[in-house]
């Protein structure tokens, strides 16, 4: 029975219809702050937090803290795939994430010491997908035996990296695509290397970085044969 009860405070949750708009709106992939979720679901900034304190005692969301920001998720691929099912049964299509960034800066930008936007999101996930980065614990990326020797076939010094008394590697929320790009000491020497072989260029007066695409390109393809 407590497996019941259990899936009847779920069901519960999902029900009111301002966090089931929240839920489906998290299905994108997309972590979106309580101010922007209240929006979606149509409620007070007030009764946002309340909803969202509920799915989280439900374990449907988890809250991400990057810097000053609070941002949701959906809690992992099992709820997504659970709500993607209801979503089958109820008929409805979802409506497509629109970040309102500037074109400019969501291609491409400096986040302090390293690249962000939709450019360094897709390297993040190339190098995910060639087996090169893999999860560590403690919110924490590792380089795989195949992503040390492929840097450092690039010219990364990979040991030196790994001495500094800073993070390694770790997954940084994008501000505009709302997924990670890679931060800490590894995120930085890409963004050297980026910079030393010509794929990116920086502006002169913002956070910009140009990237054209056949520098994209190169960057990508540098990091495994399938890009």
Not at 31 to 38: I, K, P, Q, V
Not at 95 to 112: G, I, S, V
Not at 133 to 141: C, F, Q, S, T, V
């Amino acid at each position: 029975m407590d497996a019941d009860n259990h899936l009847a405070r779920i069901a519960g949750a999902i029900a009111e219809p301002a966090r089931a708009r929240m839920l489906c709106c998290l299905l994108d992939g997309h972590a979106r702050t309580s101010t922007e979720l209240s929006i979606v679901a149509e409620v007070s900034p007030s009764t946002a937090s309340a909803h969202l304190a509920r799915l989280r005692d439900e374990r449907l969301v988890r809250l991400l803290a990057q810097g000053k920001h609070r941002y949701y998720q959906l809690a992992d691929a099992e709820v997504a795939a659970a709500l993607e099912a209801l979503l089958v049964v109820a008929g409805v299509p979802r409506a497509p994430f629109k970040p309102n960034t500037p074109d400019r800066l969501r291609h491409a930008r400096t986040c302090y010491d390293h690249m962000a936007g939709a450019v360094a999101v897709r390297l993040h996930d190339q190098l995910a997908a060639q087996g090169w980065l893999a999860p560590a614990a403690g919110k924490e990326y590792t380089l795989t035996p195949l992503g040390e020797r492929g840097c450092e076939g690039l010219g990364m010094d990979v040991p030196s990296l790994r001495k500094l008394r800073r993070r390694f590697a770790c997954p940084c929320l994008d501000w505009s695509e709302r997924t990670p790009h890679i931060g800490g000491a590894l995120g930085a020497a890409l963004l050297r290397l980026a910079l030393e072989r010509g794929w990116v260029e920086r502006d002169l007066d913002s956070r910009a970085l140009s990237v054209p695409p056949n520098g994209q390109r190169k960057m990508l393809r540098a990091f495994g044969p399938d890009a």
